[in-house]
């Protein structure tokens, strides 16, 4: 007869079955769906994928915070399952040759101007923000039209090819210019307007629940463009005065976050346009400034500040990138879209 008395209690913690920790083994790595999440049961995990966390990855680049108030989750229990996902991930460091090969999978869509391509080494990439900003009629919106028709193209032409999410908080949106681009790049007008899919945002929080709900599209419909035209417009009309600034800047952040994550979770590529304003302070030299202050500057991998020039002529300058020089490209906006000043 065996002697069950020598090999002790059960051990009460269990992932599919098998014991908590048996033999050293991290079994965190069993871990496959949220409700395998310790403490996240099906009414949990059923709120959590209501409010946008519908994998591990959600679960695992999210704060502990965030799971509170997305599915009403206890301090703890939320600590426990963002770290059971991490771990379940892997997530931690990687060296610099991994993450080399990691860059390798960033596309980069073509504006439509060789010398603007030039100065982002390839086009707007994908994993990341890249932010334009300007003045009233300096062209921002025509990027959008532009890179709304250039991502449908094929990788061989500059193109991603996948469709576009179009978050308009201006009203801005036009599809007889899309459609006038279209054209010129040769591509059927009426399936290019069925593959971009446009939202009016009509103040802040609904520009905020666009993004959240932009992760149900994007695999949907093969999304592999986000822009939203503009950032900071609803935010900048509804907060006003110095005190509601603490608020305003959080709420941006915690935008331009969803943004970020979407993204770097999807390789897609996200496009924001920004308002300006005039700096008293500025003395000497431009005084235009982006609205948003460090928030959308720190969350802007890529920022541009385009500026009019001459006749129909645009002034590109890359004012920040993390691999980039400075520079400055110019391109003409016509009738067919951007292209470069020589034709």
Not at 134 to 156: I, N, R
Not at 293 to 304: E, F, Q, Y
Request: aromatic share 4%; proline share 3%; hydrophobic share 40%.
């Amino acid at each position: 007869m065996k002697h069950r008395a020598m090999r002790g209690p059960r051990p009460r913690g269990r992932i599919r079955g098998k014991p908590a920790n048996a033999g050293g083994i991290n079994m965190a790595k069993e871990i496959r769906t949220i409700e395998d999440l310790p403490g996240i049961g099906p009414q949990a995990a059923e709120k959590l994928i209501s409010a946008g966390y519908k994998t591990l990855e959600n679960i695992a680049t999210a704060s502990a915070a965030e799971l509170q108030e997305a599915a009403g989750l206890g301090e703890g229990t939320a600590e426990k399952a963002v770290k059971a996902a991490r771990d379940a991930l892997e997530i931690g460091y990687e060296t610099a040759a991994v993450l080399a090969e990691k860059r390798k999978l960033v596309g980069r869509l073509t504006t439509g101007s060789k010398a603007v391509d030039e100065l982002l080494n390839g086009g707007i990439e994908t994993q990341s923000i890249t932010e334009i900003y300007g003045k009233y009629a300096s062209g921002k919106t025509q990027w959008c039209f532009q890179t709304a028709v250039m991502v449908q193209l094929p990788k061989e032409k500059g193109g991603l090819e996948g469709n576009c999410l179009y978050i308009d908080s201006e009203n801005s949106f036009r599809p007889e210019r899309v459609a006038a681009i279209a054209e010129a790049q040769g591509l059927n007008t009426e399936e290019v307007m069925k593959n971009i899919h446009v939202a009016r945002a009509y103040n802040s929080e609904h520009q905020i629940l666009l993004a959240e709900k932009a992760a149900d599209m994007i695999k949907e419909k093969n999304i592999k463009l986000l822009i939203v035209d503009s950032l900071t417009s609803q935010f900048r009309a509804e907060f006003i005065g110095r005190g509601t600034l603490a608020d305003r800047q959080q709420k941006l952040n915690v935008h331009m976050r969803t943004l970020m994550k979407l993204a770097e979770a999807n390789n897609i590529a996200v496009l924001v346009t920004n308002q300006v304003m005039e700096r008293p302070d500025i003395l000497f030299g431009d005084p235009t400034a982006p609205i948003g202050g460090n928030i959308v500057a720190h969350n802007s991998k890529t920022r541009l500040y385009l500026r009019k020039s001459k006749e129909d002529k645009r002034v590109a300058k890359l004012v920040d990138s993390p691999s980039l020089p400075d520079g400055e490209a110019i391109y003409r906006v016509t009738e067919t879209g951007i292209v470069d000043v020589e034709e």
